[in-house]
């Protein structure tokens, strides 16, 4: 999923969008009995950055590119 931050007034939102092969997945899992919603596990390494270590830094500079937010969170930038 993208996460595509807004600024309204001095409040920030933030809107997901969905791709369509995940609209479809779901919708199988759905089918076969599957009612959960939540992710499941990913194997790997976990994330590095939440989606909601984001919000705090675009709060303050609600135009930070995401260069300005990997110095600002201290991560690389594929990470962003």
């Known amino acids: 999923m993208l ?3 807004l600024s309204e007034s001095t409040k920030l939102r933030a ?3 969905v791709v369509e092969s995940t609209v479809r ?6 089918e076969a009995g599957n009612e959960e ?21 675009l709060e ?10 990997t110095v600002e969170l201290g991560v690389s ?3 962003v």
């Open 3 to 5: 996460l595509i931050v």
């Open 15 to 17: 809107h997901r969008t």
């Open 25 to 30: 997945e779901r919708f199988r899992e759905f």
């Open 37 to 57: 919603l939540t992710d499941r596990p990913r194997p790997g390494q976990p994330s590095e950055l939440d989606d909601e270590d984001l919000i705090p830094g």
């Open 60 to 69: 303050n500079e609600p135009s930070s590119s995401s260069r300005e937010l």
């Open 77 to 79: 930038h594929t990470t």
